[in-house]
């Protein structure tokens, strides 16, 4: 496969960099430019990158294969939300944050030997016409003059070590016909420019997510860096939480908090923040976060950082406003705590994945039967499963990597009904959730909501624990809770 090389890359008006020292007349951006092409080193990641492109190769010989990395999204009227590649494409090329840019595509383009790969991306905007016209200060989706610079073509390539042209040129690139595989739904321009076969894109995707079930060792290190900035997050809405419990819609401050460090130590949250206080941790994703934080409820907080490469943590953990946890809070807590235990100790190498999931709810059940709140060992045909249902509902964890929920195209032969192996990187986050209104439960439970939530990396003799930094035991969480007040 070919990678890489030295001297390619020149803006679709022919320039690299856009500096032009003599005023030339023609207007207030005439000239007077000076040249500020950069050399930067390649990024990290990139030599792992490298890697994976070279699996995608060897898996579709002969194919041009299309991964695009997505376009910005509207928010309204004319702002968009703030761009986020595609998965994929920042699995295949190591981009990192705000250095991404919209509408790019990587293509892999069938060569006797394998296949060159080259980066479709946007160059800088020249600051003084040429065929790009007024982009620079007309443009506000593009324009530098609106937001900020992009590298050159030939920093990209510097910086993550594959060929780069601009994208304007793609449409000619594609045009010749080859047999080729692009990743749908992602870029509609490709999506109604492209006709292939839909079943071939499929095994595509999946062989994509599939790809990204195994983290190498800089993965790893992407994500330890996402749980600390994270564990940092829940540290700052720890020592916030009497002030929190003040105002009106504290699960707002509790938000702004937690996300104003997700936007110091990464490039944002992995997933908007979780922060529901009293009976709104019964609802699994809360995120209007507009309720009060009152003294005497329940905080659960499930929440990410996405570090710059764009790797998120998934945390959670359910804390009590005042300090301490009432008997009944403690209750629940324990019998969560217990079946995240459960769970963690059945996280090694070979075993099920399905296998933690079943340990946590085995001692869910157990402790419900106990608590009189549903037979134990009912099985999914009986009406009293469904009750069991009612208070855990979803499943114990998901794998964790680019995304929340990652490698969410696998096939369940590799992920939901396959073995776990060292490289899988999972949640472990049983839950109990009593809604307010639920006539089953003696009133004591109705409005409490526990979920506790932490990052595994499977080894090759069982599991790290990527989030200990915090505090998991009833116990540990009250004496940190008292040494931040
Ligand atoms: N952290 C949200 C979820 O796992 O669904
Ligand atoms: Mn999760």
Known sequence: MREHSD?????????????????????????????????????????????RRSAVSERFPGERIVVPSGGAKVRSNDFDYAFRPHSAFVHLTAEQ????VPDSVLVFEP??????????????????????????????????FWVGRRRTLRETSDALGVETASRDALDRALREDVPTRVLRGVDA?????????????????????????????????????????????????????????????GERWIEGTFNRRARLGGNGLGFDTIAAAGAHACVLHWMRNDGPVREGDLLLLDAGVEADSFYTADITRTLPVGG???????????????????????????ARYSDFHEAAMRVIGQGLDAWGLRPYGSTAATPEA???????????????????????????????????????????????????????????????????????????????????????AADEVEHWLAALR
């Open 7 to 51: 001297v390619h890359d020149t803006s679709a008006d022919g320039r690299d960099h856009p500096g032009s020292a003599v005023p030339d007349g023609g207007g207030p951006f005439a000239g007077g430019w000076a040249d500020t092409g950069l050399r930067p080193a390649p990024l990290t990641g990139a030599a792992y990158a490298a890697k």
């Open 324 to 350: 301490r946890f009432s008997d009944v809070q403690r209750r629940v807590y324990d019998l969560v705590f217990a079946a995240q235990s459960a769970g963690i100790a059945a996280l090694r190498p070979g």
């Open 111 to 144: 060569t006797g030997s394998g296949h060159a790969v080259t980066l479709f991306t946007r160059p800088r905007s020249p600051r003084d016409g040429g065929p790009r016209g007024t982009e620079f200060h007309s443009d506000r989706r593009h324009g530098e």
């Open 386 to 472: 469904d009750l069991y249902r009612r208070y855990t509902v979803c499943g114990t964890g998901h794998m964790l990597g680019l995304d929340c929920h990652d490698c969410a195209a696998a096939r369940s032969t590799t992920y939901l009904d396959g073995v776990l192996e060292p490289g899988h990187v999972l949640t472990v986050e049983p839950g109990l959730y009593f809604q307010p209104d639920d006539l089953t439960v003696p009133e004591e439970l109705r409005g409490i909501g526990v979920r506790i939530e932490d990052d595994f990396l499977i080894t090759a003799d069982g599991a790290q624990c990527l989030s200990a930094g915090l505090p998991r």
């Open 97 to 100: 944050g705000s250095e991404a």
């Open 189 to 249: 321009h490709l999506d109604a420019q492209l006709a292939t076969d839909p079943r071939a894109d499929a095994e595509l995707r999946t062989f994509l997510s599939e790809l990204r079930l195994f983290k190498d060792d800089w993965e790893t290190g992407q994500l330890r860096a996402a749980v600390e900035y994270t564990v940092a997050g829940f540290h700052d809405v720890a020592g916030e939480l009497p002030y929190a419990s003040g105002l009106a819609r």
